[in-house]
């Protein structure tokens, strides 16, 4: 039997899930150039607009002149140089554990991870509205899975009790398509009292909350022995590229000997991992990058609300606008672009059926006059449904 792909694209594109790329021509900020012409965008996750930063650029530029373009090897190898250490080293500091351990992309941490600390004698407990990535490690890890519903720490408490041998529960911290924030501290304690460990994906928390933009973790009030597993990404909230695991020492090591997508890959370029660095020293010394952005959120949902518009609660950068239908989603995306802004819409299987969005994301790059703009377009959006 041959592949048909040509009338499985065709059906995806009759549903209204058939996703394409935006061309741009122009660096991540929020007002961009793209093929259509200039676009005033909300959807990334430039948190704290640092992805275009003057000094994250020199210091690229400055250390590509040092260490060259690629990493040339795996970090078991010959790829691990002092820029990749100095920055585990600082990444460990800013979350307060004692080891962070590089990864090339937040998927492949995650993977690793869970692949590395899971068997078959292993169960995990898994939010049913946590990342891709998380999924995916799940089913490689070939661990015993039980998916909890969202949020719902009683129900996970069941599960739990009812389960025996090695036990992890894992959650996003910000979950990347609501925006809400995982209720840690229950899940913490609730790890505790039952011998599990907790391990949580911070990518779209690190760097946004929290003292010094730890994440939601330390927001929590949450360190090592709470969660011993922690995952963050260089490619959000820090505008580079990357991701980290951090905790313990006995974690980082069994890390290094069995996580696979950490052992069989090229290292992230070392010049990236010093612009990385910059950032995090920026992420960590200008907290009003953080205030502006929680002003900006406030801004946002209070003009949303006037508006009578159906978001999703969140106290985060991410504000999802619920369509329900894909067809409607597209619609309303199709609207703003011909307002110049560009907010994508969000389909299954990325998100529940009946539940198509726009996925709105602030950054602390954006003013209030682009929010102002943002909500006059949706007020006639609105108007119009």
Not at 198 to 227: I, K, R, T
Not at 244 to 257: D, P, R
Request: aromatic fraction near 6%; charged fraction near 20%; glycine fraction near 10%.
């Amino acid at each position: 039997m041959s592949f048909d792909l040509d009338a499985g694209l065709a059906a995806r594109r009759a549903a209204g899930l058939y996703r394409q790329r935006q061309v741009a021509h122009s660096p991540q900020m929020p007002a961009r150039r793209f093929d259509e012409g200039g676009r005033l965008t909300f959807c990334s996750n430039d948190y704290l607009g640092l992805a275009n930063h003057p000094a994250l650029v020199e210091a690229l530029a400055e250390s590509a002149r040092r260490w060259g373009v690629g990493a040339g090897a795996s970090h078991l190898l010959a790829g691990h140089t002092a820029a990749h250490h100095a920055l585990e080293d600082e990444l460990a500091a800013a979350v307060g554990r004692p080891r962070a351990l590089l990864f090339s992309t937040g998927y492949m941490a995650n993977v690793g991870v869970l692949t590395a600390l899971l068997d078959r004698q292993a169960t995990a407990f898994s939010d049913a509205l946590n990342h891709a990535s998380i999924i995916d490690g799940l089913r490689q890890s070939r661990a015993q899975v039980r998916v909890y519903g969202h949020a719902e720490v009683g129900a996970l408490a069941a599960q739990i009790e009812a389960s025996a041998g090695k036990r992890l529960i894992v959650t996003d911290g910000v979950f990347s398509m609501d925006g809400d924030i995982a209720p840690l501290p229950a899940l913490a304690r609730l790890a505790a009292r039952t011998g599990a460990w907790l391990m949580v994906d911070d990518a779209h928390g690190f760097g946004v909350l929290g003292p010094e933009g730890a994440g939601s973790v330390a927001q929590a009030g949450l360190g090592v022995d709470d969660v011993p597993v922690l995952m963050g990404t260089l490619g959000k909230a820090l505008g580079c590229f990357g991701a980290f695991v951090a905790g313990s020492e006995a974690l980082i090591e069994t890390l290094i000997q069995h996580a696979r997508s950490y052992i069989y890959t090229t290292a992230m370029p070392p010049a990236l991992a010093e612009a990385a660095r910059e950032a995090l020293r920026l992420m960590r010394a200008e907290s009003w990058r953080r205030d502006k952005l929680a002003a900006l959120i406030r801004r946002f949902r209070a003009g949303a609300a006037a508006l009578g518009l159906p978001l999703l609660e969140s106290t985060t950068p991410i504000q999802p606008l619920i369509a329900g239908s894909a067809a409607r989603a597209l619609a309303w995306s199709a609207q703003l672009e011909r307002c110049g802004i560009l907010v994508p819409a969000v389909r299954p299987p990325t998100v529940p059926d009946g539940t198509a969005r726009l996925r709105i994301v602030l950054s602390a790059a954006h003013e209030a006059a682009d929010v102002d703009r943002l909500l006059d377009a949706l007020g006639a959006l609105a108007q119009s449904a």
